[in-house]
């Protein structure tokens, strides 16, 4: 993921450094804080993955949503642009979906873009046959979703999975054998902050 940071960092300093040659030194400049810019927004730090019966979130950010949904609870993860935008599996288990769904760019903290905008919808099966879906989501700036998984692809708790352009959210979706652990206004951070418990 840090890669990707590494290409837009280095076509703004190509860019920066033309300009500094071909007009003055000072107009390069904003390009070289772009690219310090870049350099951070696409950052990857390690995380502690907790052990145990739970689903960790799948993104830095806030919860923004819990709302029941038939026998689904679904949980979303506003990520801002200061945040990390690198994704994870909540579970360990196999990829048995990836699904794209072009749609809107709406802002992506509206309880809508859930349903309209263009989005990757991933399902991963743990070992013991449960199941968990979750969203990458785009929104009104994030305008790329990357999923680097495959269907069969095998996934420990906490992998990385692909990363959201720009900011925008994640939702998770829990069956009723979960037990949220989390409430909208809370801050957590993919891989290590726990958002459900398996019920005993």
């Keep these: 993921m840090v890669i990707t940071?590494?290409?837009?960092?280095?076509?703004?300093l190509a860019g920066?450094?033309?300009?500094?040659?071909l007009a003055r030194p000072a107009f390069g400049v904003p390009f070289f804080v772009l690219a310090?810019?870049?350099?951070?927004?696409?950052?990857?730090?390690?995380?502690?993955?907790?052990?145990?019966?739970?689903a960790v979130s799948p993104a830095d950010g806030k919860v923004v949503m819990i709302r029941q949904e038939g026998d689904l609870t679904r949980v979303a993860v506003f990520m801002s642009p200061i945040d990390v935008h690198?994704?994870?599996?909540?579970i360990a288990?196999?990829?048995t979906k990836v699904e794209y769904k072009p749609g809107k760019?709406?802002?992506?903290?509206k309880d809508e873009a859930s349903l309209e905008n263009e989005q990757?919808?991933?399902?991963?099966?743990?070992?013991?046959?449960v199941r968990i879906t979750f969203a990458q989501i785009a929104g009104l700036v994030a305008r790329r979703v990357i999923c680097d998984k495959r269907p069969g692809d095998e996934v420990a708790m906490g992998d990385r999975i692909g990363l959201i352009q720009f900011s925008s959210r994640v939702d998770i979706l829990f069956g009723k054998?979960?037990?949220?652990?989390?409430?909208?206004?809370?801050?957590v951070s993919a891989g290590s902050s726990i958002l459900a418990r398996r019920k005993s």
């Design 105 to 109: 760019f709406l802002v992506a903290s």
């Design 93 to 95: 288990g196999k990829i």
């Design 86 to 90: 690198v994704n994870r599996s909540p």
């Design 16 to 21: 920066g450094a033309a300009v500094a040659y």
């Design 5 to 12: 940071g590494i290409y837009y960092a280095l076509a703004c």
């Design 177 to 187: 054998e979960w037990e949220i652990g989390v409430k909208p206004g809370d801050r």
């Design 36 to 54: 310090g810019f870049f350099l951070w927004f696409f950052r990857d730090p390690e995380r502690e993955i907790p052990k145990g019966a739970h």
């Design 120 to 129: 990757n919808l991933i399902t991963v099966e743990g070992t013991d046959g």
